[in-house]
C-alpha cells in the first residue's frame, strides 16, 4: 500500500469580478507561498454591497510524484491536513494541470488550470477543521490518472458554487475551509492485481512478485 507525500501545493486567489459567473472564469489570480498553511484555501466568497457586487474564489492545487504507481490502482485516498476553524465549503476535488503539468511552482496564471469536466472525487459534504485530517476517496478517473502519469495533479474546489457554476449564497459570505500545506497530505493508494497473500506478505503490500508488477497477476503457481 504505497503512501506518497505532497511534492508540491498551494492556493490560487482569484481576481475579484462583479458577477460570480465572471469570477469563476477569471484566467488568473494572485498564487501565495507554497508548502504554507492557508485558514483560507477553498472559498467562494461574496459582497453584496451597495451598487455591484464583488466575488472570488479561492482554489487549491497539489501535485504528487506517482511515478512509482505503474500497475492498476485498486483504490486511492487523498489524507488532507486541515487549518483553522473554518468548516463551512463543500468541497471535490478535480483534475488540473497546474504546476506545468509535471512539477513546477504554482504560478498565478494555473487559477483556471481545473477540468471541471473531470471529477476525481464525490461531494465531500464534511470538513474536520483544527489540523485533522479529511480523507477523500479517489474515483476511477482518479485513479487511471495516478497509474498513467509520472505526475499526479488535482484542484480542491468549492462544490456547491465553483464546480456547479452557481451562486450558492442568498447574501453576502463566504464558504471556506483551511487546508496545512505544510502539514500531512498523502496520496495513499492499494495496487490492484493478485489478490492473495504470498509467503504471508499481504496482497495490499506487494508490488510485484519476480519483478512483475502485481496488477499484471492473474495466477502464482496456478493459484
Known amino acids: 500500500m504505497p503512501t506518497i507525500n505532497l511534492n508540491k501545493g498551494g492556493r490560487i486567489i482569484g481576481t475579484v469580478d ?13 498564487s501565495t507561498a507554497q508548502g504554507t498553511a492557508q485558514i483560507s484555501a477553498v472559498q467562494y466568497f461574496k459582497n453584496t454591497g451597495r ?10 492545487f497539489l501535485q504528487f510524484d506517482s511515478s512509482s504507481i505503474t500497475s492498476a490502482v485498486g483504490t486511492a485516498v487523498l489524507n488532507i491536513e486541515s487549518e483553522g476553524t473554518s468548516d463551512t465549503a463543500d468541497v471535490i476535488v478535480c483534475a488540473s494541470d497546474a504546476f506545468g503539468g509535471a ?6 496564471d494555473d487559477f483556471n488550470n481545473v477540468d471541471f469536466t473531470t471529477a476525481y472525487s464525490s461531494q465531500v459534504s464534511t470538513w474536520n477543521d483544527n489540523g485533522a485530517n479529511n480523507a477523500i476517496t479517489l474515483n476511477a ?8 502519469n509520472n505526475s499526479f495533479i488535482c484542484a480542491v474546489v468549492d462544490h456547491d458554487s465553483d464546480f456547479q457554476d452557481t451562486d450558492s449564497l442568498s ?25 492473495n497473500d504470498v509467503n504471508l506478505v499481504a496482497s495490499a503490500n506487494i508490488g510485484e512478485v519476480n519483478g512483475v508488477a ?3 497477476i492473474s495466477e502464482i503457481i496456478g493459484v
Open 103 to 108: 512539477s513546477d511552482d504554482l504560478i498565478n
Open 214 to 216: 502485481s496488477g499484471d
Open 18 to 30: 462583479s458577477s460570480q459567473a465572471a469570477a469563476r472564469d477569471e484566467a488568473s489570480g494572485t
Open 171 to 195: 447574501g453576502s459570505g463566504n464558504t471556506t475551509v483551511g487546508i496545512d500545506f505544510s502539514g500531512t497530505i498523502t496520496l495513499v493508494v492499494t495496487l490492484a492485481g493478485y489478490g
Open 141 to 148: 478517473a482518479a485513479r487511471t490518472a495516478i497509474q498513467n
Open 51 to 60: 451598487g455591484a457586487g464583488t466575488f472570488r474564489y479561492i482554489r487549491s
